[in-house]
């Protein structure tokens, strides 16, 4: 019975570690598509939240298109791509050639049929992890300016309402139709797109889980480096928030919910996913102990009773005579 069991759990390893892989690229996938259609179409459309008379949080000048700003998305999706990929890469190959016992282990199996390098494995496991919390963060921030509608602080610049249409007389007037606005529809569409900010959560998440691999390196010489990288980091995050409420692309409100939307996914993902698979690897084999020296056998002494014989007691008798003569 314990050979059929063995047999079983070691032909059925294979195929649970084959299907778990393809599952997982399965929901990769759909992450990719959900954050797809929440970027590029109009799957999800925005909730329309009405607006004060002469609001003045929202009557800020119009900064003018993203491209034009200090912190353009393109420069920030590039460097939130760059930088974990180039520091999981350089961390990695430091820590792999440098221990003598990673460089023996060459192969290692992973499904049905494939065998990767070790070295290979922790970079494709490390970056999937990162590269599906990205997608992760930004089907949140989308789905957050979605369902919220919140406006810019330049709506009412790009929504150019008619007051007058409108019956504006104070302040204090509410305006809740959706076509008071007469400007631009995609402006106004992107004006209404502004809790949280995507921006500082793509940056926050980007430092948060960059952070931690650096934190992992157990190089030499990396004692100063590893902080600088840390504060470098989160500096650059700090940055394009204040970036983004100094052009008045965001409110402060919009950038700290965007903190805490990145913060919180990278630290998820590092404390249940990463620490779990360092820790696997590290596990070190169980220990075995040495058998106890068994005691030895002691031989118990039998004092046996002793049967003196006739010729004895002659020889002995003889002898005491010759002593008397």
């Known amino acids: 019975v314990c050979r059929i069991n063995l047999y079983l759990s070691l032909s059925l390893m294979p195929w649970f570690y084959g299907n778990m892989f393809y599952f997982q690229l399965v929901i990769m996938a759909g992450t990719v598509l959900l954050a797809y259609y929440f970027e590029y179409t109009e799957t999800f459309p925005v909730h329309i939240q009405g607006f004060f008379c002469f609001d003045k949080a929202f009557s800020k000048p119009y900064p003018g298109p993203e491209d034009s700003s200090k912190a353009p998305p393109v420069v920030v999706y590039s460097l939130v791509t760059a930088i974990p990929t180039v520091m999981i890469l350089i961390g990695e190959l430091a820590s792999f050639f440098s221990k003598p016992e990673a460089l023996q282990e060459r192969t290692i199996l992973t499904a049905d049929c494939c065998y990767f390098n070790p070295l290979l494995r922790r970079i494709v496991r490390f970056l999937g992890v990162y590269s599906f919390g990205l997608f992760t963060t930004t089907i949140f921030a989308n789905a957050g300016q979605v369902v919220t509608g919140n406006?810019?602080?330049?709506?009412?610049?790009?929504?150019?309402?008619?007051?007058t249409a409108l019956g504006c007389h104070s302040a204090l007037q509410y305006i809740s139709e959706q076509r008071a606005c007469t400007g631009n529809p995609y402006l106004i569409?992107?004006?209404?797109?502004?809790?949280?900010?995507?921006?500082?959560?793509?940056?926050?998440?980007?430092?948060?889980?960059?952070?931690?691999?650096?934190?992992?390196?157990?190089?030499?010489g990396t004692r100063l480096t590893k902080p600088t990288l840390c504060l470098t980091l989160l500096s650059l995050a700090v940055l394009v928030g204040v970036v983004r409420v100094a052009e008045y692309r965001n409110h402060w409100s919009d950038v700290l919910a965007g903190y805490a939307t990145g913060g919180a996914i990278a630290a998820f993902l590092v404390s249940c996913v990463?620490?779990?698979?360092?820790?696997?690897?590290?596990?070190?084999?169980?220990?075995?102990?040495?058998?106890?020296?068994?005691?030895p056998l002691s031989v118990p002494v039998v004092s046996t009773p002793s049967v003196e014989s006739p010729l004895e007691k002659l020889s002995g008798s003889q002898v005491r005579g010759g002593h008397r003569g």
């Open 189 to 220: 569409a992107s004006a209404r797109k502004s809790f949280p900010s995507k921006d500082a959560a793509l940056s926050t998440y980007c430092a948060i889980y960059t952070m931690y691999i650096t934190m992992a390196w157990r190089t030499k």
């Open 151 to 163: 406006q810019t602080p330049h709506f009412l610049t790009a929504c150019r309402p008619n007051y």
């Open 274 to 295: 990463i620490n779990n698979f360092q820790q696997t690897e590290a596990l070190p084999p169980p220990a075995v102990r040495p058998p106890r020296p068994e005691p």
